[in-house]
């Protein structure tokens, strides 16, 4: 019996597993995909990110870094063309090398770090969680296994912290909630652009996107995205904002090299957090928690730290967990980066209210 199962080896996943496997549990890290696995994002970390990383797993390794290595800020272009500018100093990275450098050091604490193995249940029991698992064979070199058929095992812990993602499938499962997310697709492409490569650049308007399209650089490439309700319509609106980026921006552009998609919590004016039930807790994305223009990462990390928090405070000296106590604590621990989220939000509608009010008509 574990004491812990954390699903998902994101920044949520990666810190939750730390922090406990630093505190002495037993701890079961699972990943559904092998590692380093491809992760759609823009790779900002925001200086709250950086701080908590920095502080939790060290000096963040140069091999993980995009240039521009520095990222100034944030400049969000309004329905009616208005511009405005936020500059606050972040760092670029790549997603995939950055999360598998964080899956390493939770390991190093000691916590069983299973990848290919996806969770595919989690059954509430009397005293424990059983999760079953669904372990892919590993593949060859060429990148092929003979047999793809996964083997269905059973774990089980006392608390199990779900960090599966935009799409959970534990938190849909356990909340019987149908899926709520935006769909990302961004293009990655040589070339040049009249826009300042060390900002993020968002687009509200809704002629490029469902919800917000925009451009930032990443090593060579120019990085173009939109994010859609509906995946039928990706390519529809990105080949619109790309020929608004060409023609505002004289971007020119050669083929698409690479394409991603991706998702993310799609959040409405009712902001609907969810931080778990019973003995399963969520964190980051899988509990809905996501700051305006797709920032993350920082609300992964405090949910991921907080959900071991509160795993601790719910913990007595004979290592039984109280689910009841965990729950509570986890509320308590995140109310303020809740209440800072609502407020972003709101401000954002405040500056720009098109983009709340085509949120709203959904
Ligand atoms: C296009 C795009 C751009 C973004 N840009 C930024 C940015 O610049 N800065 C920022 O801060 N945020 C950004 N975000 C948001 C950020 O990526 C997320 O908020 C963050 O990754 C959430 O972390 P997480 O640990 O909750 O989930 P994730 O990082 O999504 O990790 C979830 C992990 O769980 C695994 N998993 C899923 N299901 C299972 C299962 N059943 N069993 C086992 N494992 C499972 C997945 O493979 C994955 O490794 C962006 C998002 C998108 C889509």
């Known amino acids: ?30 990943e559904k995909m092998d590692l380093p696995r491809e992760k759609s994002c823009s790779g900002i970390l925001i200086p709250k990110s950086i701080q ?24 969000i272009n309004s329905t009616h063309g208005k511009e405005y500018r936020f500059e606050s100093e972040g760092y670029n990275i790549w997603r995939n090398l950055f999360d598998h450098w964080m899956s390493l050091k939770a390991e190093e604490t000691g916590c069983n770090l299973q990848t290919l193995t996806a969770a595919t249940g989690c059954e509430e029991e009397k005293d424990h969680v059983r999760v079953t698992l669904a372990r892919m064979p590993a593949r060859n070199h060429a990148g092929f296994s003979k047999n793809r058929s996964p083997t269905i095992s059973y774990e089980k812990a006392k608390m199990v912290i779900a960090c ?24 990655f492409c040589k070339g040049s652009i009249d826009l ?5 650049h968002a687009f509200l ?23 859609v309700k509906d ?9 619109k904002f790309v020929s608004y980026l060409k023609s505002h921006y004289h971007a020119r552009i050669g083929p698409f090299k690479k394409e991603e998609v991706g998702l993310m919590p799609y959040i409405t004016p ?11 807790l969520f964190a980051g994305d899988a509990a809905h928690l996501l700051n305006p223009m797709g920032e993350g990462i920082s609300s992964a990390l405090a949910s991921g730290y907080a959900a071991a928090e509160a795993i601790n405070a719910g913990c007595d000296f004979e290592n039984n967990i109280n689910p009841v106590k965990v729950l ?17 939000w709101k401000f954002l509608s405040s500056i720009c209210p098109d983009f709340t009010s085509f949120r709203d008509s959904e």
């Not at 002495?24 to 890290?29: I, N, R, W």
């Not at 300042?196 to 993020?200: A, I, M, N, Q």
């Not at 995946?231 to 080949?239: I, P, Q, T, W």
């Open 196 to 200: 300042d490569y060390g900002f993020f």
């Open 231 to 239: 995946a039928s319509l990706m390519k529809h609106y990105h080949s």
């Open 205 to 227: 308007d809704p002629q490029f996107s469902q919800y917000d399209a925009w451009f930032n650089v990443k090593d060579d490439y120019l990085v173009m995205g939109v994010g």
């Open 164 to 187: 599966d993602g935009a799409s959970s499938r534990i938190r849909r499962d356990i909340l019987k909630s149908p899926p709520n997310h935006i769909i990302t697709y961004q293009t």
């Open 328 to 344: 509570d604590s986890y509320e308590i621990y995140l109310k303020e980066e809740i209440e800072y989220m609502r407020r972003q």
């Open 270 to 280: 009712e902001f609907q957090v969810n931080l778990g039930k019973g003995r399963v």
């Open 52 to 75: 908590t990383i920095e502080k939790e797993f060290g000096k963040i390794p140069e091999s993980v870094f995009s240039h521009p290595l520095i990222s100034k800020g944030i400049i």
């Open 1 to 30: 019996m574990y004491d812990v199962i954390v699903i998902g080896a994101g920044p949520a996943g990666c810190i939750a597993a730390k922090k406990l496997g630093e505190s002495g549990y037993k701890v079961l890290l699972t």
